[in-house]
């Protein structure tokens, strides 16, 4: 039995049996005695009213007090023993109540009390019953509360410290442990210090307050921030009760790392937004009904957009085309109807500019529209440059033009080559000259068309181009008898890459038989001049013919030096 338990419930051994049993025989003695002496009394009398003696009224009162006497106890004893009966009966559910009560009292709340009886005993048993039915449920959700708050209280993150009215710590929870398991120079002062002013506060009045503050664990650089509440515990009036309980609830959370994501969230931010007004491209954000709510730096200043929030009406149309309503096929209005990119180029005159855009949907989580995003980018420059190289390409095509004609007319054989001695392009000339159309020709071996004579020189000529090296005018003679003067040089690009070899032949077949004519008259005209002079020495008249013969020689050497002049005018 539990120690706990009340003595006079320990100690009680049927008081109430013993005092039903006590009053039966305080009830049947008195009683018996009073009847007896009633009886005596009503008997003597009667007896002396019927005129017996003395002596036979009191023997036969001492009779009737015998038999009175006996019969009392008789009848005392027989009640008492009906009375032990019914004392029991009534006693023993008691005592079943009363054991199960100790037991209920002990914490055996599963305990239960069987009495078979419909009477207010057997009701009273079946209230008990029920009654510890419903305590001992209430206890299990009690339990199951306790240990629900007891698992919150742990997984909770933030530390919890209640504090009394009088700043006494009341509880901490295990995160204050483990915090302090990791920077042992940790206290709860650390943290109730620098909320002391906030705490007084709420003890006065009653206010919910939220504090920031930071903590440094040690020595250390390390920096902890703390978010505190301050809150007022239900029910507690700290100021009008002298009695120290709990009053004041810290919720104190770490909030380092949200702060420092927080931090770098908004870093993040700023970098986007400092990336996003650097672009020079116009970017601006629309929702399906065509309003501007987002714009970077560029579009705001040439667009001279206003203020940007949402659900201000800025149709994009007016800013761009300057127009009160979208323009006709306009693609980006058609870009938030087919969801799909769309990129084309214009010239806005509201702008005064050649602009590219590009028009992207914007979806949501759901893939449904929600606007589009619009790059404009400014290509005035682009489309300038364009023209003008438009321009240069119309004035190099003519020229290309002009210069092939003028190559095509030249009568001097020119021709592209390469070290492998291929041709890649020549003059009509050259092909009128080989009889072979000038595409033809191409990729075929240059000597297959123009080769000389001496192999000796034609293997330097080789050597030279495979060499990219240059050949200054020289005289060759082909295998048909055509003289011609041949140079070649290296052509290159800018870094000095070599490219191919162009070649020039000049046809001097005619000038070579002039220049024989020439030597061949130069031959004769001596051969007539020694004539001369042996006629001179044997004619009559010797100076004169003399003088005419020197007249003769001058002119033959004044024609003589007429051709040659003429003969290097044609070279």
Known sequence: MDNNCPDSIVSSKSSLRKSILLSFFLVLTIGGIALNVIFQHIIRKTLFNEGLAPDVVESICGYFAVIGFVTTIAGVFIILCIAFFLSETITRPLKKLTAGMLEIAQGKWDTRIRIDSRDEVGQLANGFNFMAEHIEDAL???????????????????????????????????????????????????????????????????????????????????????????????GTT????????????????????????KEMVLQSKQDWEDTFNAIPDMITIHDKDFNIIQANRTAQETLRLPELYPGKVNKCYRYYHGTDSPPQDCPSCQCVVTTTSSTYEIFEPNLEKFIEIRSIPRLDGNNEMIGIIHIARDITQRKQMEEEHNQLLKVVTRGKIEWEAT????????????????????????????????????????????????????????????????????????????????????????????LHTVVIATDITGLKSAQQKL?????????????????????????????????????????????????????
């Not at 650089?221 to 809150?231: G, N």
């Open 407 to 498: 190559v095509d007319t030249v009568t001097d054989f020119i021709i592209l080559i390469d070290k492998e001695l291929k041709i890649k392009r020549c003059n009509s000339s050259f092909a009128r000259y080989a009889g072979v159309p000038a595409n033809r020709m191409v990729n075929r071996k240059f000597y297959e068309f123009l080769s000389t004579s001496d192999t000796a020189q034609r293997g330097h000529c080789e050597d030279l181009i495979r060499n990219e090296e240059p050949m200054e005018r020289t005289e060759v003679k082909t295998a048909d008898d055509h003289w011609f003067y041949v140079s070649q040089r290296p052509i290159r690009d800018k870094k000095g890459n070599y």
């Open 238 to 261: 700290p100021e009008s009760d002298n009695e120290e309980k709990a009053a004041v609830l810290l919720t104190i959370t770490d909030i380092t790392e949200r702060t420092r994501m």
């Open 519 to 571: 030597k061949q008259s130069e031959q004769d005209l001596k051969r007539q001049v020694e004539d001369l002079e042996k006629f001179y020495e044997m004619a009559v008249g010797r100076e004169l013919k003399m003088k005419e013969l020197k007249r003769e020689i001058r002119r033959l050497n004044s024609e003589l030096s007429q051709l040659k002049e003429n003969e290097l005018v044609k070279t």
């Open 140 to 234: 299990k959700n009690l339990k199951a509360s306790k240990e629900y708050n007891d698992n919150i209280m742990v997984s909770v993150p933030s530390i919890l410290i209640v504090l009394s009215n009088k700043l006494n710590i009341f509880f901490t929870n295990r995160v204050f442990e483990k915090l302090h398991d990791q920077f042992p120079s940790f206290t709860l002062d650390r943290f109730i210090t620098p909320l002391e002013d906030e705490i007084k506060k709420n003890l006065k009045t009653g206010e919910t307050l939220k504090k920031d503050f930071v903590v440094a664990p040690g020595p250390s650089d390390i920096r902890l921030i703390f978010s505190a509440v301050i809150t007022r515990i239900s």
